[in-house]
């Protein structure tokens, strides 16, 4: 038996998590890691990106539409204040192409 754990960083995560979605697995593997409130909280911080980036709304309103704290959104600034200039428009397109799709997909299965 090992006297270390067999993933100890951060990296390992992400790998897990790529290899599984390889196995078509990812949505097994996120629902066995995160508990129910730790995906709401996923699902807030992505819409906390998403909506800082496009910039239409204060903080403060951000916060009162998603039901969570003004730090929780200072938080999610400050992670992108940390982002350099590439990576930030980066995941701005990601976030924008896939909050399109998900809109587009929702609406098409309205009756």
Excluded: C, Y
Aim: charged share 25%; net charge negative; aromatic share 2%.
């Amino acid at each position: 038996m090992s006297q270390s754990p067999a993933f100890s960083g951060w990296q390992d995560v992400i790998a897990l998590v790529r290899r599984a979605g390889q196995d078509d697995n990812d949505d097994a593997l996120l629902t066995a890691l995160l508990t129910p409130d730790e995906r709401d909280t996923l699902v807030a911080r992505i819409n906390i990106l998403h909506e800082l980036l496009e910039g239409r709304m204060s903080q403060r309103q951000l916060s009162q539409l998603l039901g969570v704290g003004i730090a929780t959104v200072t938080r999610g600034s400050n992670e992108l204040k940390r982002m350099d200039d590439e990576t930030k428009n980066w995941l701005a397109d990601l976030l924008k192409r896939e909050a399109e799709q998900s809109t587009s997909s929702t609406q098409s299965t309205k009756p």
